[in-house]
């Protein structure tokens, strides 16, 4: 197999909500809350849904793979609710070799709100329900082995279960790459995600708000002087800014694409891993990796969630 994520199994709640919205319910737009299921509930009975698909972070990267032609599979947990039944029929669909057997959990399936406002802006609100309750009994050692590589979420990792659930899959695996995920993940976990990109990750993704926040950068260029000394691959997002790839003493860039009509910016950041990390399994170089991702993001960003299809 060529790559296998590891991440949230989470259903995504897609909803159209205005700017006071957010004001109204002590929303910071563009990042993500975790609430426990009574404010979800509550929330998500002043709404009215757009749509329901199966997703997750580096879900929904693994599934732009297996649609670039990848052989790609997933770990996330889920209940044997009626949302985890939906969410592994989301993934077989997409030909992703699903390798958690789901049982009947106290815990219901994770869900996330994701609520786009009229600038195609998402702030997520996340339960994440049985999701964030992975455990090292959950990670299959074979399939790890087999792997090519292992592609993690920020989201993923917390104290605890989570954690060791993660060091087990790192210790196994060939090539490690991970996503920062969200800035939210970064200030609540510096200090660890600054040793795992520092020292346990092969290839980090990261956008330009999250590694700054991570590093403590003052400038762009700090970033730049961070990525040259680390030693490993990281690539960053920059939104209209484009791109970088950094390696040692090699930078790369690639420009965004213009004049594109923006919907929704959901899963922007998943599908330019999705087509960066396709370009790396099959060899093409660094500016043809970013080209990938930028061409990837920039369909996702044009509909409204985080799928292609």
């Not at 070799?97 to 195609?120: V, W």
């Not at 030693?231 to 594109?260: F, Y």
């Not at 599908?271 to 990938?292: S, Y």
């Amino acid at each position: 197999m060529k790559i296998l994520g590891i991440g949230n199994a989470i259903v995504d709640v897609i909803c159209k909500v205005d700017e006071q919205y957010l004001v109204n319910n002590d929303l910071t737009k563009s990042t993500m809350k975790l609430v426990d299921e009574s404010e979800f509930k509550k929330l998500l009975s002043t709404l009215n849904i757009e749509e329901t698909i199966s997703g997750g972070s580096v879900a929904n990267s693994i599934v732009g793979l297996s649609q670039l032609g990848n052989d790609v599979g997933f770990i996330g947990k889920i209940n044997a609710d009626d949302l985890g039944r939906k969410y592994e029929e989301g993934l077989t669909k997409e030909k992703v070799q699903y390798f958690y057997n789901k049982k009947k959990e106290t815990s219901p399936t994770g869900t996330c709100l994701i609520l786009i406002t009229p600038d195609a802006e998402r702030t997520m609100v996340t339960f994440l329900g049985i999701a964030g309750k992975i455990n090292k009994q959950d990670i299959n050692e074979k399939v790890i082995k087999e792997s090519e590589m292992i592609f993690l979420e920020g989201y993923l990792w917390d104290e605890g279960e989570p954690k060791s659930a993660f060091d087990k899959a790192m210790s196994l695996s060939n090539t490690k790459a991970m996503s920062l995920s969200d800035q939210f993940c970064v200030e609540r976990h510096k200090g660890d995600f600054l040793d795992l990109v520092r020292n346990k990750l092969d290839i980090t993704f990261a956008n330009e708000q999250e590694i700054t926040s991570l590093i403590d950068a003052k400038n762009f260029e700090q970033v730049i002087e961070f990525g040259k000394q680390l030693g490993k691959l990281l690539i960053i997002t920059r939104g209209e800014k484009g791109s970088v790839a950094i390696q040692n003493q090699e930078v790369v860039e690639c420009q965004s694409k213009p004049n594109l009509k923006i919907m929704d910016l959901t899963g922007a950041g998943d599908l330019f891993a999705a087509g960066f990390l396709h370009g790396f399994v099959n060899n093409i170089t660094k500016k043809e990796c970013l080209e990938k991702g930028t061409e990837m993001s920039s369909k996702i960003i044009q509909k409204v969630g985080a799928r292609l299809n």
